[in-house]
């Protein structure tokens, strides 16, 4: 299966126009600097604070970091982006705060203008900075901390802004809601597909996104025709289908929280014992991880990415998958809030096992993969344009070493990016999904029993 390519184009040609819809909230500088202020301190922990203060400065983030690597810019040294929330905790809270008063200065306005490039458009939240910290440093939550200030305080990219916007207000993303979504599924099934949509009830809610409903169809289809395959009870809800979460992208809470009780919701509504999130990087930690807290409590279901639950059905037994064959030479490309955020790593090498393709490791894969640079809405962020693209090219020399013809990757992001990387430097490898390559290898048999 391939991807649109016209449709691409035309969504890459959109982007440059998508922060004109933004409308960035009315306040003086000093709200914006006392609102992130509070933002920041309301969040920072006692870990955090130990944290700021363990750094023996030496410099192992700076080499983990693509947008240091790829620039060689000190100024996105991983450590140096919390320069900001280090002064406000060391003035505000730390034990010696009566003597950093004394010789700091309280954050500007400016600083926090200047901070932007580097917690939105310089920084994926991957954590390969943290893995290689001899402190253990959770560099990329913190910048998630700065981010929620910076969200507060309307000090957001215009991209991030729109779409937050969008999804809070009326709950679509690229004009894509309930009733566009309902839509696309109904011209799917009357394709000859089925999609069950809207049961009352089922075991299984199956999520999408809405790069999977404008741009890669073919994602959606293959996740049905699995369910199908493997004789699931399952269900897409139109009021509870949209995985992708902008409030978290971009650090807005009330945002990020109402997108994920829409889809606890729904769940609930059915009975579903298990929530799939379908091939998206930052939708599953904010379903696994995130969304209990903001809820209050445990969710009554189990949440699985799609590449997860592909890999359990695989290693069981209950997924049974024609050999795609030894020509087909391919990578794989670890998105980082599943691999090294999520543990999800060796389930999609075990569907690649079950592909039978020529598969080639990269050096410095799973928890340790190289980012492609465009997560955490990065890809939306047009200022960030160039920079991603150095980034990117770490990526392109990782791929072209295993001298693979193609990447398979599990993250919708990911793959916008590696598209959009591909066509600006005239790269001509394969970006492909793991569920569409499952898909492809569905023997035609009747399903197997659960
Ligand atoms: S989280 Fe990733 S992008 Fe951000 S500073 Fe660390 S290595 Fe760089
Ligand atoms: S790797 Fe850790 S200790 Fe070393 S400079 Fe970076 S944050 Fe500081």
Redesign the pocket.
């Known amino acids: 299966m391939t991807v649109n390519m016209e449709m691409f184009k035309q969504f890459a040609e959109m982007l440059p126009r998508l922060g004109d819809n933004a409308q960035p909230p009315q306040m003086t500088d000093a709200e914006r600097v006392s609102t992130a202020k509070e933002t920041f301190i309301r969040k920072l922990n006692g870990r955090m604070a130990i944290d700021l203060e363990?750094?023996?400065?030496?410099?192992?983030?700076?080499s983990a970091c693509h947008y240091f690597v790829g620039t060689d810019d000190p100024k996105y040294v991983?450590?140096r982006k919390l320069d900001l929330l280090k002064r406000v905790y060391r003035r505000e809270l730390s034990p010696l705060r009566w003597l950093h008063r004394l010789y700091t200065h309280d954050i500007t306005v400016k600083e926090l203008q200047e901070c932007q490039e580097l917690v939105y458009d310089s920084c994926t939240e991957c954590g390969r900075?943290s893995m290689?910290?001899?402190?253990g440093?959770n560099?990329a939550g913190m910048v998630n901390v700065m981010r929620q200030g910076m969200a507060n305080a309307g000090m957001i990219p215009a991209e991030l802004m729109a779409m937050e916007q969008e999804q809070g207000g009326h709950e679509s993303l690229f004009g894509v809601g309930p009733e566009q979504m309902k839509g696309a599924i109904m011209k799917l099934q009357e394709s000859g597909l089925d999609i069950p949509l809207d049961k009352e009830k089922a075991d299984i809610l199956i999520t999408t996104s809405v790069i999977d409903i404008l741009l890669f169809t073919d994602g959606l289809i293959a996740t049905a025709r699995i369910m199908n395959h493997l004789g699931l009870d399952w269900t897409l809800r139109s009021d509870g289908y949209e995985a992708a979460n902008f409030g978290l992208l971009s650090g807005y809470e009330r945002v990020q929280k109402a997108a994920s009780e829409r889809i606890i919701a729904a769940a609930n509504a059915c009975g579903a014992k298990t929530v799939i999130i379908p091939e998206c990087g930052h939708a599953y930690p904010s379903m696994r991880w995130e969304a209990a807290n903001e809820h209050g409590g445990p969710l009554p279901f189990e949440v699985l990415a799609i590449s997860e639950f592909l890999g359990r059905e695989v290693k069981s037994g209950r997924l049974k998958l024609n050999a795609l064959g030894r020509s087909r030479k391919v990578t794989f490309h670890d998105p980082c809030k599943l691999a090294r955020h999520s543990g999800t790593i060796e389930e999609p090498r075990w569907v690649l096992d079950a592909l039978g393709v020529d598969f080639r490791e990269v050096e410095s894969s799973k928890e340790l993969n190289w980012c492609c640079g465009g997560g955490a809405g990065v890809f939306l962020i047009n200022s960030a344009a160039d920079l991603r693209q150095k980034a990117f090219q770490i990526k392109i020399n990782q791929v072209e070493k295993t001298g693979a013809d193609s990447v398979v990757t599990a993250c919708g992001s990911c793959r916008l990016n590696f598209l959009n990387g591909a066509m600006r430097s005239g790269w001509d490898k394969g970006i492909e999904s793991l569920v569409e390559l499952v898909a492809e290898a569905l023997p035609e048999q009747q399903p197997t029993t659960h």
């Open positions: 363990s750094c023996i400065h030496c410099g192992h983030c700076a991983p450590i900075c290689v910290c001899p402190m440093i560099i």
